[in-house]
């Protein structure tokens, strides 16, 4: 199942600097722009591998192979260690700088994330790990009210399954990591650290499906995945990442493409709704489509420094795999059928989108629906007798928001300023902070600070603790900073999406790191092309139900319209 990347008709393609004229014939509308060439993935906790040691007695030991070569010694991975070990403590580098070395200045202090003692992989914090967790929250729940149950399946493939699908493993051969020994002993045959799990899903698929009755089997399991990344970044590339994978099969292909796209859906809303992101779906090009699979549809998000990222997509497997596993079941006449199957996926990648689409130089800046803390509380004191004041009133606003279900959190330190709190929480993403003063609590009111609005702007006094009023407050602060973030993350999109009727035009969108839209034929031809001539830009073929105003006004029709982009992945 592949990483986290635009999840509807899409297809991507590299652009250099050779000029040459493409005809565009229009038979529909497209888009077009730059795409970020990082990983992807989700994934839930998983037991990890144990790093081996030369104490490790050999007899106990695991041998793991790389299949590619290993990174160079002097890696983009080295050069973000040194950055974050030469810079300032708490000095985040202004996104207009350098947007990359932002995005890494935010990661290590906001404690989201650190880098693993392997190379390319990374270890995911608590504050970071509290985030997927409401990603997990939400998910786990829309994947049960669409009729899947969590399962589990092992870490370990034979190599012979991978093999057995002629594209999946030429799709993967260069990311796979191999045991070749174990227990001190050669293994007689090499085994995959799973890179994904279409190939064992198939062999047991194979031995629980006999029937038309057995149909559909509809499961999901989070775990993690490995691939041997070249080129890595915190969250969005790394070795090793979490996520969550679907695997259903169905009597018909009416049925599997319809929870393909229904997964899809599922993916967009809940980037749209939870994440405040938003994402265009669509379908990948055959150039672009996962690795075995028939179609594969994918959400793509546009970053802050207006670069794509793949943030989730649904895989139409076709009969592909189950021709190759012979994963057959017996139709109502008694005939043997392969069955129809879908993959689909969502990682810890969506974590790096959420900080590169919402965060600021002031550092992270999290939706309230998916941040770990909605609300901070700051009581602020100058002098001994009235820090017990301040901090009972503040102990109580705190169990009133406790009560109400709001995550919120009280910093009653006294070693650090209150000034020095305020930036700490601001630099965490927090959506709201309360602060309580000795004149706050001689007048029963407090004063509120939103994340999303920076300076007095944002700030409001004079808010009444009285529970049901002060709860009423909050609630719809938390509300409407969720729907501020969405509508900002629209504006900035819809502002850098432009419409393009000739190659030149297209040309100078994507030199100017935007998207463009324009006319496309819907040949597989001219993403080839554009690959060829452009470089590292990826094309979409749109199904634009989410494409909220002004772009919803344009429809288009046999789902043909693309959009282009450099890659985020680009490091």
Known sequence: MGPLRLASRTLFFSSSTRSASVSVHSSSFSFFRYQHGCGLCLCLPVKPLASVSSNFSTQSTAKIVAQPSPPPETSNEEEERSHQKSRKEGFITPRSHDFNAWYLDVIADAQLADYGPVRGTMVIRPYGYAIWEAIQDYLNVKFKETGH???????????????????????????????????????????????????????????????????????????????????????????????????????????AEKEALQMIDVYEKFSYEEAAIPVIAGRKSKVETFA????????????????????????????????????????????????????????????????????????????????????????????????????????????????????????????????????????????????????????????????????????????????????????????????????????????????????????????????????????DVKPRRFKRIMGQVRVERLRSRRLHEKLDKQRFEKDEGVLLWREANEV
């Open 149 to 255: 149950s969590n399962m589990y399946f092992p870490q370990l493939i034979p190599y012979s399954f991978i093999e057995k699908e002629a594209s999946h493993v030429e799709g993967f051969s260069p990311e796979l990591a191999l045991v070749t020994i174990g227990g001190g002993k050669e293994l007689e045959e090499k085994l995959v650290v799973r890179p994904t799990s279409e190939t064992i899903v198939n062999h047991m698929f194979t031995q629980w499906i006999h029937s038309y009755r057995d149909l559909p089997l509809m499961v999901n399991q989070w775990a993690n995945v490995t691939r041997w990344e070249m080129r890595t970044k915190p969250f969005v590339r790394t070795l090793e990442f979490l996520w969550q994978e679907g695997h259903t099969a169905h009597a018909t292909p009416e049925e």
């Open 292 to 523: 075995g699979a028939s179609k594969t549809y994918t959400i793509e998000a546009m970053m802050g420094d207006r670069k794509a990222l793949q943030a989730g997509t649904s895989h139409n497997l076709g009969q592909n795999f189950s021709r190759a596993f012979g994963t057959q079941f017996a139709d109502e006449n008694g005939q043997r059928v392969h069955v129809w199957q879908t993959s689909w996926a969502i990682s810890t990648r969506f974590i790096g989108g959420i900080i590169m689409t919402h965060g600021d130089d002031a550092g992270l800046m999290l939706p309230p629906k998916i941040a770990p803390i909605q609300v901070v509380i700051v009581p602020i004191w100058k002098k001994a007798e009235e820090k017990t004041g301040v901090l009972d009133a503040a102990f109580s606003v705190e169990k009133v928001l406790k009560t109400a279900g709001i995550k919120v959190k009280l910093d009653a330190s006294d070693q650090r300023t209150p000034g020095w709190k305020f930036n700490f929480w601001e630099m965490k993403g927090v959506p709201l902070r309360i602060e309580i003063g000795p004149r706050d609590v001689s007048s029963g009111t407090l004063v509120i600070s939103r994340r999303d609005v920076p300076g007095k702007q944002g700030k409001v006094f004079g808010i009444s603790m009285e529970p049901s009023t002060l709860e009423a407050y909050i609630r719809d602060k938390l509300d409407e900073i969720q729907l501020s973030l969405l509508e900002k993350a629209k504006i900035f999109r819809d502002g850098n999406i432009v419409d393009v009727s000739s190659y030149d035009e297209l040309k100078s969108a994507i030199a100017q790191g935007k998207w463009a839209r324009g006319p496309w034929s819907g040949s």
